[in-house]
Nanobody, 116 residues
């Protein structure tokens, strides 16, 4: 069984920074894409950023030049550095990891709240 867990959320003022971390544990022999999503009440979960094994990254336009995704496959972790946070970044942030040939797992989510 594979378990994925996020950490690092919290309350921050607009313009501040937070670093989210996501750790995987369990029987993992390979990693595929790692990604961060976010969701606000009443809306669909949306992709924030993703990173593939070769290091190629993809960002939603709303976070480009502010957020940085990185990964450490050896440590089974993916990170999201969030800078210049805005109130509209407030959401529950979820980590999604693709492991062991296209099986994906979600974390339980971590709340990020940005005050104006």
């Amino acid at each position: 069984q594979v378990h994925v867990a996020e950490s690092g959320g919290g309350l921050v003022q607009a313009g501040g920074s937070l670093r989210l971390s996501c750790a995987a544990s369990g029987r993992i022999v390979s990693f595929g894409t790692m990604a961060w999503y976010r969701q606000v009440p009443g809306k669909q979960r949306e992709l924030v950023a993703s990173i593939v094994g070769g290091g190629l990254t993809n960002y939603d336009d709303s976070v480009k030049d502010r957020f940085i995704i990185s990964r450490d496959s050896a440590m089974k972790r993916v990170y999201l550095q969030m800078n210049n946070l805005k109130p509209e970044d407030t959401a529950v942030y979820y980590c999604k990891m693709v492991v062991n040939n296209a099986v994906y797992y979600w974390g339980q989510g971590t709340q990020v709240t940005v005050s104006s």
